[in-house]
């Protein structure tokens, strides 16, 4: 009985009912005849309720579940799916309110639905998580009431269940294809022109409009009375790095996501297209010091690897150490690289402190340089001034931006490449970027 009570939740119109009554008992002492009619409708109203009470308990009348994830993605719409059945003999309403993880800070979420005798039903809704870590799901709740509506009867299934949030492995389906074509044309991404090859021959083809004459085999154009060409592939097995800086600067928050957690999602999929396009992936991080290294190769585990690294990884809110990066990447790595730095700067004296070292590392990989642009300095440039303040802000928030663009011409200026990128576009520059060094043959 105690289990029953605690399961058991008046409907806000049962007390809007009795105060009726109160009410009207109280009117019957000026009007006695009245006493006799609020007498035999609270009887009424007694015996509904007890109905009410007894169909709703008489039975274990609902049936529920909930599928999560085994891992969810990081700053993508994770799907939550609910499974529902009624085995009343009636139709019911339903109220399902699930415990949500702590991170959300949301204890007003519910989805609001009606079963008929019989029916089963599937309901969804999407999480986006912003934090990597353990996602702790409560009780699923699903407070169900009758046509009455005057109580309502929770069920809870005590299905408690932490699911992991990793680095965002969705965005490796959506960029997949990408490791086997040049050809893009989808999800924002430039078409390469290659005007360039490895001497790292395929095969021989036919000719077809856009091949490059100056790959015409005369030989086998002279045997098959057609033009042939000699297709090229890019050269294999070269390493891919991303480093990662993990100082204060990478702390600053876009959309949710930090920064640092834009740089983990790149890194993820830019690995995968390596990976698929036969050159070795690793990744490493930096900032007092050099960790969470992982050396480039093309083992079918590398990815599980770079997966669970990356899961691990945060911010130390201090000064990242060029100096000690340069001399680590001198130590440890031998082969030339192709080096994908995601770092942030905001001023050029930010950067002439590091230049040096950046220099450096230049002198025996090919160095890219990965920075962000701020989007809210870009808000504030568009938004119309009408005061001196405004003015001030808007000026201000023009040369940053404009420091932004000299960052990039003195890197360059240095044989340093780099790419300036908002943080929502910055996996798809870096995977063209990527292909372009590919498609010219530069590293």
């Given at each position: 009985m105690?289990?029953?009570?605690?399961n058991?939740?008046?409907?806000s119109?049962?007390f809007?009912?009795m105060?009726?009554?109160?009410?009207?008992?109280?009117?019957?002492?000026?009007?006695?005849?009245?006493?006799?009619?609020?007498?035999?409708?609270?009887?009424?109203?007694?015996?509904?309720?007890?109905f009410?009470?007894?169909?709703?308990?008489r039975?274990?009348?609902?049936?529920?579940s909930?599928?999560?994830?085994?891992?969810?993605?990081?700053?993508?719409?994770?799907p939550?799916?609910?499974?529902?059945k009624?085995?009343?003999?009636?139709?019911?309403?339903?109220?399902?309110?699930?415990?949500?993880?702590?991170?959300?800070?949301?204890?007003?979420?519910?989805?609001?639905?009606?079963?008929?005798?019989?029916?089963?039903?599937?309901?969804?809704?999407?999480?986006?998580?912003?934090?990597?870590g353990?996602?702790?799901?409560?009780?699923?709740n699903?407070?169900?009431?009758t046509p009455?509506?005057?109580?309502?009867?929770?069920?809870?299934?005590?299905?408690?269940a932490?699911?992991?949030?990793?680095p965002?492995?969705?965005?490796l389906?959506k960029?997949?294809l990408?490791?086997?074509?040049?050809?893009?044309?989808?999800?924002?991404?430039?078409?390469?022109r290659?005007?360039?090859?490895?001497?790292?021959?395929?095969?021989?083809?036919?000719?077809?409009?856009?091949?490059?004459i100056?790959n015409?085999?005369?030989?086998a154009?002279?045997?098959?009375?057609q033009?042939?060409?000699?297709?090229?592939?890019?050269?294999?097995?070269?390493?891919?790095?991303s480093?990662?800086?993990?100082?204060?600067?990478?702390?600053?928050?876009?959309e949710?996501?930090?920064?640092?957690?834009?740089?983990?999602n790149?890194?993820?999929?830019?690995?995968n297209v390596?990976?698929?396009?036969?050159d070795?992936?690793?990744?490493?991080?930096?900032?007092r010091?050099?960790e969470?290294?992982?050396?480039?190769?093309?083992?079918?585990?590398?990815m599980?690897?770079?997966?669970?690294?990356?899961?691990?990884i945060?911010?130390?809110?201090?000064?990242?150490?060029?100096?000690?990066?340069?001399?680590?990447?001198k130590?440890?790595?031998?082969?030339?690289?192709?080096?994908?730095?995601?770092?942030?700067?905001?001023?050029?004296?930010?950067?002439y402190?590091?230049?040096?070292y950046?220099?450096?590392?230049?002198?025996n990989?090919l160095?890219v340089?990965?920075?962000?642009?701020n989007?809210?300095?870009?808000?504030?440039?568009?938004k119309?001034?009408?005061?001196?303040?405004?003015?001030?802000?808007?000026t201000?928030?023009?040369?940053?931006?404009?420091e932004?663009?000299?960052?990039?011409?003195?890197?360059?200026?240095?044989g340093?490449?780099?790419i300036?990128?908002?943080?929502?576009?910055?996996?798809v520059?870096?995977i063209?970027?990527?292909?372009?060094?590919?498609?010219?043959?530069?590293?």
């Amino acid at each position: 009985m105690k289990q029953i009570l605690k399961n058991t939740y008046l409907d806000s119109r049962f007390f809007f009912i009795m105060a009726c009554f109160v009410a009207g008992y109280i009117l019957s002492y000026i009007f006695p005849g009245l006493y006799i009619i609020v007498s035999m409708l609270f009887v009424v109203f007694l015996g509904l309720l007890l109905f009410d009470f007894v169909i709703l308990f008489r039975k274990n009348g609902i049936e529920s579940s909930r599928n999560l994830p085994e891992k969810l993605s990081n700053g993508d719409d994770n799907p939550i799916n609910i499974s529902l059945k009624n085995d009343y003999n009636f139709k019911v309403k339903l109220n399902v309110i699930d415990e949500l993880p702590f991170q959300y800070q949301k204890r007003d979420f519910h989805i609001k639905t009606e079963l008929v005798s019989g029916e089963k039903k599937k309901i969804h809704y999407t999480l986006r998580p912003l934090q990597r870590g353990e996602y702790l799901f409560g009780n699923l709740n699903v407070y169900t009431t009758t046509p009455i509506k005057f109580i309502s009867r929770r069920f809870q299934f005590g299905n408690e269940a932490m699911v992991p949030n990793y680095p965002s492995f969705l965005q490796l389906r959506k960029y997949m294809l990408l490791a086997f074509s040049n050809k893009i044309f989808e999800h924002g991404l430039k078409k390469i022109r290659r005007i360039g090859h490895t001497m790292e021959f395929e095969q021989i083809k036919e000719y077809v409009i856009g091949d490059d004459i100056r790959n015409i085999n005369w030989k086998a154009t002279a045997k098959r009375s057609q033009l042939m060409v000699n297709q090229y592939q890019d050269e294999k097995s070269q390493p891919i790095y991303s480093v990662i800086d993990t100082g204060r600067v990478m702390k600053m928050p876009f959309e949710g996501l930090s920064l640092l957690d834009y740089a983990i999602n790149a890194t993820l999929v830019i690995s995968n297209v390596a990976l698929k396009k036969q050159d070795k992936a690793g990744m490493f991080t930096f900032s007092r010091k050099v960790e969470n290294k992982v050396f480039a190769e093309r083992r079918p585990s590398q990815m599980n690897k770079i997966l669970e690294t990356l899961y691990n990884i945060n911010t130390d809110f201090v000064e990242s150490d060029f100096s000690r990066l340069y001399i680590d990447i001198k130590r440890s790595i031998s082969q030339r690289s192709l080096l994908l730095l995601y770092t942030n700067f905001e001023t050029l004296d930010a950067l002439y402190r590091q230049l040096p070292y950046l220099q450096a590392i230049a002198k025996n990989h090919l160095l890219v340089v990965i920075f962000f642009e701020n989007t809210e300095l870009q808000k504030l440039t568009k938004k119309e001034a009408d005061n001196t303040r405004e003015i001030f802000e808007k000026t201000i928030a023009e040369k940053f931006i404009y420091e932004k663009k000299l960052i990039v011409n003195e890197l360059l200026k240095h044989g340093i490449q780099s790419i300036l990128t908002t943080p929502e576009n910055l996996t798809v520059n870096t995977i063209n970027k990527y292909l372009e060094i590919k498609a010219r043959g530069l590293l």
